[in-house]
Every structure is written in C-alpha cells, then in structure tokens.
C-alpha cells in the first residue's frame, strides 16, 4: 500500500476528508438555529400592540432574517 | 562618542591578543563561531516563525504555568533566550499577548538557558564535539541552498549547530593549550570580593557578547580546563544571567512601552535573582553538593556542579517572583508610561506598530489588524464629532432619534486639523509598516495584508467625506426651511445608525446578529439614498426645496452613501475577515448588491 493511500485510509477513518465542509455545515446549522429562533421572537412581537414605527422597524428586521434563513438553507443543501 | 571609541579599541586590544598568543586567538575563534552559530540558528527558527512557533505563543500562554512551560521547552529546543526574548516582544508590542504573559514567558526562558550549561557540561565536553560539527556544516550548507524555505530553515538549524559544536570545540582547544603557558587560575580572588568581581566580569563579557549561552560556554570550558576556579565560575554565571537583559533592552529600544515594560521586568528579575545567588551563596552552593551527592554526580565534577548551581538559582529567582508578577505589572505600568500628547487636540500617533512587532509574520499581522482598529476608534471619534454627535450617546441604548438632539459641542470641530492629528500620519505608517512586513510574509497572507490596507483606505475615505458631508450639515441643521432640515436631520440619523451597528459588530461574539447587522447596513444604505429612492425628485418637484439646495442634497447623499459603503467594508475585513470563524459564514452569506436591489423592489 502506497503512503498516499494510507494517509487517505486514516483521513477517512478519523473523518478528516470532509473536515472543512463538515464545519462550515456545523456552522450554518447553529446560525440556521439561532435566526429560526429570532424569527419567532420577532412574530410573538408583532402579535403584540405596537406602535406603527416599531411595526415597521419589526417587519424589516423579519425580512431580512427571512431572506438569511432562505439563504443558509439553501448553501447547506449545497453542501449535502 | 564611546561607541566611537569602544569599537576600534576592542579591536585594538583582540589584534594585540592574536599576535601575542595563538591559544587566545582559538579561544577568541571559538567565541566567534559559537555567537555566528546563535545567530544561523536563530535565522532557521525564525524561518518556522510563519506557523508553529507564533501560533504555539499565542495559544499556550493564557495561564501563567502554560507561559513559564512555553519560556522553558522553546528556550530549551532553540537554546536561545534571546530569540524568545525578541519573539515575546515582538508579540507583546503588537499587542497578541499580556505583559504578565510575557513576563511568564521570559521567567521561563531563563529556566530555559539552564539547559544550554546542562548540554555543555555533560556531554560536549565528554565527547568530541568538533567531530559532530562537520558533517551537520557540510548537510546544513546543502539545505540552506534548497529552495523551499522550510528546508533552508532545516539548513540553518544544522548550520548553527554544526558552529555551535565547532566553536565549543575551539574553546575546550584554546582553554587547554592555554594552560600551558599562562594559568589563569593562579589570578582567583576568594570571598565575596572575588563573588563581586567575577560578577562584574560576567555582566561586563555578556553585554559584550550579548549572549549569556556564549558566556557560560566560556565559563564551563575555562572551568573544565581549570583555569578558573569553582567559586569565581559561579559568579561568573549569576554576572553571565545579568548581563543578558542587555539583549531583552536592545530588543525593546524598538519596541513601543509594552515592550520597553517587558525589557525593565526582565532586569529586575535577573537583578533580584542575582542578588538573591550573591547573599545566599553559601546556602546555595551546600544545595548544589547536596544535589549533586543525589544526581550521583563526582565532588570534584564543577561543570556538572555549575549547570546544578545555574538550575537552582533560577529556580530561586522564579519561585521568588511569581507571588509578585501582578505587583510588578501595576508597577511597571505605573511607572513606564507613554509621553502624553501637549497639543489641544492631540496628536495621536501609533500604538501597535514598531520594528520588534516586525520580526515575525504573526505579529506584524496581530499588530496591523489591532493599528487598523485604532485608526477606526479615531476616525469615529472624527466623524461624529464632526457631525457633532456625542459617541458615548451613539453607542448607548438610547433611540437614534434622541441621540441626534444631543450635541458634542456648541461650535463643530475642525475636521481637518482633527484628519492631520489622529489620522494622517496612523494611516501612513500602517501602509509603511505593511510595505516592510509583507516581504516575510506568504501569499495567503500578503492577500489579507492587501485586504487591511483597503480597510485602512476606506477609514479614510470615510472621514474625508464627512468633511464634505460638514459644511452643509452646519448650514442646513439650524435652516429656517423645515424640509431640508429634516433631510439634513436624517443624515445625521443614518450616520449614527451606522456608526452604533458597527459598534456593535466590533463588539458582539454572535455570528447572528453581525450577519444581519451587516446586512441591514447594505440595504439602509440603498434604501436611504435619496437619489435612487425618489425622496429628492419629490422634495424639488413640490418645490419644498430650492435648486441650491437640492444640488447641496444630492452631492452630500453621495457623500453619505460612500460613508455607509466604506465603513461597512472596512468592518467586514476588520471584524469579519480577520476572525476565521465568522470568515467562512460571511463567504457564504454575504449579501450581494443584486439580492439589496430585489430586497428593496419586493417592499414597493
């Protein structure tokens, strides 16, 4: 068995081979979580009375973590 | 003027020496060769510097046992204080570490040296050392030729050694044909006036030599070739652990008062150890025996006993010190503090930028990321004060709205005088300062240096647009027309919005909320336009605003807009790029021009 192909036997037996697209997919997965979880905070606000500004200011923010949350979904499909 | 003298003196007497006496011209050889062999090895270290040895500094000193550990083993594997005196340093300079870590690490690097008299004492005088210098001169010479820098650093490395080894050699030679034609021993002077003299002998060959290893390499050749006796060798040694702060001091004239701190720490603990060795000879040297009676080590083996003696005294002078590294960091800082600025405004000049922090890739890049920051603390300072905003009101929870009621001052400063003094010379010697560091540095990092200094360009850029954005925020923010008041109004607004979510950025660890922050950045700066958005098209066609000042509106918008644009750029290098952890999201959710646009046109 050649060195290269040992070195590769031991990447794959440690998970090393994906190691870089394994941490990027860790890393969209807890921020996927964290704007999933600012999404509902920001809902359960705009169910309560607020004045027309804050409604705004509110619908913007949504928007926005709507469009990251599209986005992060979208590249961790790319990653599978 | 004694430089002038000094030099052609030594000169001078080595030419005289040479001519009277072979064996002094071996020893004085050997020297030669010892510090020539320091300097390859330290040259082929410093080739690793790029990766193994500055990341293992900045990851294993953050508990003070880890920093005294990393002082001992690096000193202990490059036999070489002084290149870690120089790599703490440069570091502490560049502001990657504490001074209390570098003062455990150079507390360490003195345990370190011990080591060097252990290798010496057993084993190069034990053995034919000449005969191993050879062949590492003639395979070291080979790899230093090679073109791939880690193998040229190989080659230093065995170059070094090969020296090291070959200049020992020579001493042991030179020591022992000495012998025959002048004893030196018969000049020993007993008691505590031999312990000061040879004190002072040793403080005085160590700042010539600048090196306490070569010092005590002499020191244990003279004392295995008797001619100097055991008691003046160990002063020999506590004179040798004094004198080579002098390098620490040399080190840290470059560097800024971290450095300079680091230096005086290094002096007084040599100091205090020393004095420590000179009152408690006695007791010392009983521990020695006893050590050596434990060690299995012969009575009358003084190089053995001298490694023992130089271990324990460091020892001492460590286990003394550490119970005071707090105190002597308040006062070090007390004492050795920064001239303050004389001027009104203050001229500001760099903090993190000196030529010990260019001595290694890691720390020339720690130290231009942290200048860059401080550029940006600045220019902060500038443009709102400029727009005459409070920053401590910007970065509070306060409602922006409320935040741009309150003014810095009754009259608007001056912003070029303020670009001249805090700006304009930090901006100049970052691109200096990265010119000269880029040259040991490898692509990947010269492309992030590159990036750096795009974010140095854009603080820039920032504060002289606020110095256009001025003059018309003077006018229009008192104006008796109530429309263009409010526009000029909610310029000040969208400044301030940006310089809090940049503040914010620069100050949250939550991958979160600087993505979005980030983003909401990009949009606002398009959605506020008035020139795409429309706003200025009606404000003229209502006739709420002359043609003047329309014109004045349109220009600052650009102003504005290039502010948004510059500071938000600078903020991605500087707070996003230069953490690898938040790099990689950023990469992959960074929020395009094109997807603002569709953002935008899906709202209306």
Same mark, same amino acid.
């Given at each position: 068995?050649?060195?290269?192909?040992?070195?590769?036997?031991?990447?794959?037996?440690?998970?090393?081979?994906?190691?870089?697209?394994?941490?990027?997919?860790?890393?969209?997965?807890?921020?996927?979580?964290?704007?999933?979880?600012?999404?509902?905070?920001?809902?359960?606000?705009?169910?309560?009375?607020?004045?027309?500004?804050?409604?705004?200011?509110?619908?913007?923010? %949504?928007?926005?973590?709507?469009?990251?949350? &599209?986005?992060?979904?979208?590249?961790?499909?790319?990653?599978? | 003027?004694?430089?002038?003298?000094?030099?052609?003196?030594?000169?001078?007497?080595? @030419?005289?020496?040479?001519?009277?006496?072979?064996?002094?011209?071996?020893?004085?050889?050997?020297?030669?060769?010892?510090?020539?062999?320091? %300097?390859?090895?330290?040259?082929?270290?410093?080739?690793?510097? $790029?990766?193994?040895?500055?990341?293992?500094l900045?990851?294993s000193t953050?508990?003070?046992?880890k920093s005294l550990l990393f002082g001992v083993v690096s000193t202990s594997?490059?036999?070489?204080s002084?290149?870690v005196s120089?790599?703490t340093?440069?570091?502490?300079?560049?502001?990657?570490?504490?001074?209390?870590?570098g003062i455990g690490v150079i507390f360490g690097a003195n345990l370190g040296t011990?080591?060097?008299?252990?290798?010496?004492?057993?084993? $190069?005088?034990?053995?034919?050392?000449?005969?191993?210098?050879?062949?590492?001169?003639?395979?070291?010479?080979?790899?230093?030729?090679?073109?791939?820098?880690?193998?040229?650093?190989?080659?230093?490395?065995?170059?070094?050694?090969?020296? +090291?080894?070959?200049?020992?050699?020579?001493?042991?030679?030179?020591?022992?044909?000495?012998?025959?034609?002048?004893?030196?021993?018969?000049?020993?002077?007993? $008691?505590?006036?031999?312990?000061?003299?040879?004190?002072?002998?040793?403080?005085?060959?160590?700042?010539?030599?600048?090196?306490?290893?070569?010092?005590?390499?002499?020191?244990?050749?003279?004392?295995?070739?008797?001619?100097?006796?055991?008691?003046?060798?160990?002063?020999?040694?506590?004179?040798?652990?004094?004198?080579?702060?002098?390098?620490?001091?040399?080190?840290?004239?470059?560097?800024?008062?971290?450095?300079?701190?680091? @230096?005086?720490?290094?002096?007084?603990?040599?100091?205090?150890?020393?004095?420590?060795?000179?009152?408690?000879?006695?007791?010392?040297?009983?521990?020695?025996?006893?050590?050596?009676?434990? %060690?299995?080590?012969?009575? /009358?083996?003084?190089?053995?006993?001298?490694?023992?003696?130089?271990?324990?005294?460091?020892?001492?002078?460590i286990?003394?010190?550490?119970?005071?590294?707090?105190?002597?960091?308040?006062?070090?800082?007390?004492?050795?503090?920064?001239?303050?600025?004389?001027?009104?405004?203050?001229?500001?000049?760099?903090?993190?930028?000196?030529?010990?922090?260019?001595?290694?890739?890691?720390?020339?890049?720690?130290?231009?990321?942290?200048?860059?920051?401080?550029?940006?603390?600045?220019?902060?300072?500038?443009?709102?004060?400029?727009?005459?905003?409070?920053? $401590?009101?910007?970065?509070?929870?306060?409602? +922006?709205?409320?935040?741009?009621?309150?003014?810095?001052?009754?009259?608007?400063?001056?912003?070029?005088?303020?670009?001249?003094?805090?700006?304009?010379?930090?901006?100049?010697?970052?691109?200096?300062?990265?010119?000269?560091?880029?040259?040991?540095?490898?692509?990947?990092?010269?492309?992030?240096?590159? &990036?750096?200094?795009?974010?140095? &360009?854009?603080?820039?850029?920032?504060?002289?647009?606020?110095?256009?954005?001025?003059?018309?925020?003077?006018?229009?923010?008192?104006?008796?027309?109530?429309?263009?008041?409010?526009?000029?109004?909610?310029?000040?607004?969208?400044?301030?919005?940006?310089?809090?979510?940049?503040?914010?950025?620069?100050?949250?660890?939550?991958?979160?909320?600087?993505?979005?922050?980030?983003?909401?950045?990009?949009?606002?700066?398009?959605?506020? /336009?008035?020139?795409?958005?429309?706003?200025? /098209?009606?404000?003229? &066609?209502?006739?709420?605003?002359?043609?003047?000042?329309?014109?004045?509106?349109?220009?600052?918008?650009?102003?504005?807009?290039?502010?948004?644009?510059?500071?938000?750029?600078?903020?991605?290098?500087?707070?996003?790029? @230069?953490?690898?952890?938040?790099?990689?999201?950023?990469?992959?959710?960074?929020?395009?021009?094109?997807?603002?646009?569709?953002?935008?046109?899906?709202?209306?």
């Amino acid at each position: 068995m050649g060195a290269k192909k040992i070195i590769k036997n031991i990447a794959d037996f440690l998970n090393l081979t994906n190691f870089t697209i394994n941490g990027k997919k860790r890393s969209l997965k807890d921020l996927l979580k964290k704007l999933k979880e600012k999404r509902v905070k920001i809902l359960r606000a705009l169910k309560n009375e607020c004045s027309e500004e804050e409604e705004k200011a509110l619908n913007e923010e %949504l928007e926005l973590i709507s469009f990251h949350i &599209r986005k992060a979904k979208k590249k961790l499909e790319d990653l599978s | 003027m004694s430089k002038n003298i000094f030099f052609p003196l030594t000169l001078i007497l080595l @030419a005289y020496g040479f001519y009277k006496s072979a064996d002094f011209q071996a020893i004085s050889a050997g020297i030669a060769i010892f510090l020539f062999g320091m %300097l390859s090895l330290e040259q082929g270290f410093k080739s690793f510097s $790029g990766g193994i040895l500055d990341r293992v500094l900045k990851f294993s000193t953050d508990k003070l046992y880890k920093s005294l550990l990393f002082g001992v083993v690096s000193t202990s594997i490059m036999q070489s204080s002084s290149l870690v005196s120089i790599l703490t340093i440069s570091f502490l300079g560049a502001g990657l570490i504490t001074l209390a870590q570098g003062i455990g690490v150079i507390f360490g690097a003195n345990l370190g040296t011990t080591t060097g008299a252990w290798l010496v004492a057993g084993y $190069g005088l034990k053995v034919n050392i000449g005969a191993y210098a050879m062949p590492m001169l003639v395979f070291g010479t080979l790899f230093v030729f090679q073109k791939n820098s880690s193998l040229k650093g190989v080659g230093y490395i065995l170059t070094g050694l090969g020296f +090291l080894f070959l200049g020992i050699h020579y001493m042991k030679e030179g020591f022992e044909a000495f012998k025959s034609t002048i004893d030196l021993s018969a000049y020993a002077v007993g $008691g505590f006036k031999g312990l000061f003299l040879f004190t002072l002998i040793g403080i005085v060959a160590t700042v010539v030599m600048q090196s306490s290893h070569a010092t005590l390499v002499l020191i244990i050749t003279a004392l295995s070739a008797g001619q100097i006796s055991y008691e003046n060798a160990l002063a020999l040694a506590i004179g040798a652990n004094v004198g080579t702060t002098i390098t620490a001091i040399l080190g840290a004239m470059s560097s800024n008062i971290e450095g300079k701190r680091l @230096a005086a720490a290094h002096l007084i603990f040599n100091l205090v150890t020393g004095l420590i060795a000179i009152v408690f000879i006695g007791q010392i040297v009983a521990l020695v025996d006893w050590s050596a009676t434990q %060690l299995s080590i012969a009575h /009358d083996n003084y190089t053995l006993k001298l490694a023992i003696f130089h271990t324990i005294f460091n020892t001492i002078g460590i286990l003394v010190m550490i119970p005071f590294i707090n105190t002597l960091v308040h006062f070090l800082e007390k004492t050795l503090q920064m001239k303050p600025s004389d001027d009104e405004i203050g001229h500001d000049n760099v903090a993190y930028l000196n030529e010990a922090a260019l001595e290694f890739p890691q720390s020339a890049m720690g130290a231009i990321i942290r200048e860059t920051k401080h550029l940006y603390e600045n220019a902060f300072e500038i443009i709102a004060h400029g727009l005459n905003l409070k920053r $401590g009101k910007i970065v509070s929870s306060l409602e +922006l709205e409320e935040v741009i009621k309150f003014t810095h001052s009754k009259k608007y400063i001056d912003i070029e005088d303020f670009y001249e003094k805090r700006i304009k010379d930090i901006y100049s010697d970052i691109i200096t300062f990265s010119t000269k560091a880029q040259a040991n540095m490898s692509p990947k990092s010269i492309e992030n240096l590159y &990036r750096l200094k795009l974010a140095s &360009r854009d603080i820039v850029e920032a504060v002289k647009n606020t110095k256009h954005l001025q003059k018309n925020i003077v006018k229009f923010s008192a104006h008796p027309n109530q429309y263009i008041k409010k526009e000029y109004a909610l310029i000040k607004l969208s400044i301030a919005e940006l310089l809090r979510n940049i503040n914010i950025i620069a100050t949250t660890d939550e991958e979160d909320v600087i993505i979005l922050l980030l983003s909401k950045i990009r949009v606002n700066t398009q959605k506020y /336009d008035i020139i795409s958005n429309g706003k200025l /098209d009606e404000l003229i &066609r209502n006739k709420h605003i002359t043609n003047q000042m329309a014109t004045s509106l349109m220009n600052d918008s650009v102003y504005v807009y290039n502010i948004r644009n510059k500071l938000c750029n600078m903020a991605e290098i500087l707070f996003i790029e @230069a953490n690898s952890d938040l790099k990689h999201l950023q990469e992959e959710l960074h929020i395009t021009q094109e997807e603002v646009e569709s953002l935008l046109e899906q709202k209306e």
